[in-house]
């Protein structure tokens, strides 16, 4: 039963994922949780403040008014049975940081209470594999008032997601040939969490005026896929002319999501062609996503 739900990263389709265009997410295995009893796990700072928010999601299931009731989908009976013997989140995933915590919460409950479970194997199924994000976004509505289904997919298949649309969904393979050589993603830490709400708000504000949405749909949503098609296809060079595009692009227009102080940095890797910066998710704090053609130093996480 038990199982490691990982954290996950949105690799490319931040803003434009709203708008129609596509997105690339994999799990990040070093980040992970999974629902435990007192007892059984060592290490979290407050078992009894994660069984108490975990209270609460169960309030939410039990009167949240969804297609169909939540009672049907899941054995709430015995979730609640499972709280009261102290069942808590036991996870190192940042919360605040883009990472897809609650995804991870939410993959975990449909795995221990699911009534009919969709298996992972199955979950590599086109259709199963839509089912599951509806069914995944509905149970995440608790945590953002509104979710695409998407973190909490790419917890549980423990795949890369390709999203094409809000209707199309696949597991893909990333090329690993490149992880022998040097260079290739990595995590920075801004240091400082964030809350994605007023940064959403804050793009569609942008979004409102003519120009913006107009480069939006002309240059950034292209840009954004010709990314993804360059991770998929292994073309490391192409893949690095564009995401030093892509990070001068979000320099320009998305520079109120960028922290005030990695903004020296991230212009110098501009500047010096050694790395380029990128949103990770929101943006506003948590991770920036880099790329690079050498490796970096401590301060920088390798995928």
């Known amino acids: 039963m038990e199982r490691k739900f990982y954290a996950k990263i949105l690799l490319f389709g931040e803003y434009s994922l709203m708008m129609g265009s596509g997105a690339l997410t994999l799990p990040f295995t070093r980040l992970r949780g999974w629902l435990r009893f007192p007892g059984e796990a060592d290490g979290h700072n407050n078992p009894k403040a994660s069984n108490q928010a975990l209270q609460s999601y169960f309030r939410f299931l039990t009167n949240a008014t969804t297609p169909e ?3 049907d989908l899941l054995d ?12 808590f989140f036991d996870s190192n995933i940042p919360s605040g940081y883009g990472m897809g915590s609650s ?3 939410v993959a975990d409950v449909y795995h221990r209470y699911a009534r009919e479970r969709i298996s992972v194997a199955n979950a590599q199924d086109a259709g199963q594999l839509q089912q599951l994000k509806e069914i995944f976004a509905a ?24 999203v094409k649309s809000a209707q199309e969904v696949r597991t893909v393979n990333i090329p690993a040939s490149g992880q022998k050589k040097k260079g290739g993603f990595f995590l920075k830490d801004t240091a400082s ?5 007023p940064l959403v708000s804050l793009f569609h504000r942008k979004y409102a005026g003519d120009n913006f949405r107009n480069m939006f749909h002309a240059e950034y949503i292209p840009l954004n896929d010709h990314c993804i098609t ?4 292994g073309e490391r060079q192409l893949l690095e002319e564009h995401m030093r595009q892509l990070s001068g692009m979000q320099l320009r227009f998305f ?10 940095e991230w212009e110098q890797g501009l500047e010096s062609g050694d790395y380029s910066m990128k949103l990770c998710g929101a943006g506003g704090g948590g991770y920036v996503l880099v790329y690079s053609n050498k490796d970096l130093g401590d301060d920088f996480i390798k995928i």
Do not use: C, W
């Open 230 to 233: 360059a991770v998929l296809s």
């Open 255 to 264: 520079r109120e999501m960028i922290p005030d102080h990695l903004i020296p």
């Open 69 to 71: 009731p939540f009672s």
């Open 103 to 105: 995804g991870a919460l």
């Open 76 to 87: 709430l009976d015995r979730f609640t049975n499972d709280l009261e013997q102290g069942l």
């Open 193 to 197: 969490p964030r809350k994605t709400a």
């Open 139 to 162: 149970m995440e509505g608790f945590f953002h008032g509104e979710s695409s289904g998407i973190d909490p997919l790419t917890s549980y298949s423990a795949l890369p997601l390709l």
